[in-house]
């Protein structure tokens, strides 16, 4: 889930950036130290912008450098188990499919692809359902729900699970083919209970007929 958080913190402004107006050189040192780097409250911090509320500059001794309390804004992307989330298909491996999800893959795995026997076609990169032919390859756009989150001390070890055996989840081609298939069932059975009738009642006026 993306986030915006308004964060204070103390900024070391070191002398090289003294030629430049405050607010820019601290809105520059706070991109260049948190940017693309997992907080562990706030996520994964993916912009900071709009610095204020500076303060003078205080001096520590041996130190050329002034530092300043600021407030400024942040936006951050934290996922979180349950929620559903809609990406694109980024690759697709024997095991599973990764999902792009904000700055994140999540990894789909094959057992929760969907409830379908599913094969691993290598020529096109892609699953195939051995009953419903659903298929899924890197670029579909897909819907899914986070399963598990682990989070880690940067991009690359974080992990994201997720799933889209639940209803009303992948593509949406097969939302739309489930949909449109969903009332045949139910025809098909008043069919058969219209035409049991229609041979039942010849059959009492036959019964009625020879005990007359």
Aim: charged share 35%; aromatic share 6%.
């Amino acid at each position: 889930m993306f986030r915006v958080y308004t964060v204070s913190d103390t900024v070391r402004v070191d002398p090289a950036y003294f030629k430049i107006d405050l607010p820019e050189s601290i809105a520059m040192i706070l991109r260049d130290k948190n940017e693309r780097r997992v907080d562990p409250d706030l996520g994964i911090v993916l912009s900071i912008w709009n610095p204020r509320d500076i303060s003078e500059g205080r001096v520590i001794p041996g130190d050329g450098a002034s530092y300043h309390k600021v407030v400024f804004d942040v936006l951050a992307y934290l996922p979180e188990v349950n929620e559903i989330v809609e990406g694109e298909v980024s690759e697709v491996v024997e095991f599973g499919a990764f999902v792009k999800i904000g700055p994140l893959d999540g990894l789909v795995h094959l057992s929760q692809i969907t409830s379908d026997f599913l094969t691993f076609d290598k020529k096109l990169q892609a699953f195939v359902g051995r009953e419903s032919r659903k298929t899924l390859k890197k670029g579909d756009v897909v819907k899914a729900k986070v399963s598990v989150v682990s989070v880690k001390g940067n991009i690359a070890d974080t992990k994201v699970g997720l799933t889209m055996r639940p209803d009303g989840l992948g593509k949406e081609e097969w939302l739309s083919a489930k949909a449109a298939g969903g009332g045949k069932p139910a025809g098909a059975r008043s069919e058969k209970v219209d035409t049991r009738q229609r041979r039942e009642k010849p059959d009492r006026r036959q019964r009625r007929e020879r005990g007359s």
